[in-house]
Nanobody
């Protein structure tokens, strides 16, 4: 079983920056994907960015050039650096883990990011 602990959400003004972090613990498979999805009020959960242990990344078009995902494989931790934040980025951000051997998904509890105009 894998557990995810998120931190770093909060309130920020438009144009500002925030960094989210998510630490995984438990039965971590050596080849995995970790990242972030978000869900705004009244909308479906959507991809923000993911990164595999091998370094492959995938970003939503809306965040390319503004958000950067990175990870520390030794600590099973993934970070999301969010710059030039916009009110449209306001959402609950969920950490995501995917075991690439068994294709088992785990979700964090979510952390709220609010960007004021």
């Amino acid at each position: 079983q894998v557990q995810l602990v998120e931190s770093g959400g909060g309130l920020v003004q438009a144009g500002g920056s925030l960094t989210l972090s998510c630490a995984a613990s438990g039965s971590i498979f050596s080849i995995n994907g970790m990242g972030w999805f978000r869900q705004a009020p009244g909308q479906q959960r959507a991809l923000v960015a993911t990164m595999t242990t091998g370094g492959s990344t995938n970003y939503a078009e809306s965040v390319k050039g503004r958000f950067t995902i990175r990870r520390d494989n030794a600590k099973n931790t993934v970070f999301l650096q969010m710059d030039s934040l916009k009110p449209a980025d306001t959402a609950v951000y969920y950490c995501y883990y995917l075991d690439l051997n068994q294709y088992l998904e785990v979700w964090g509890q979510g952390t709220l990011v609010t960007v004021s105009s």
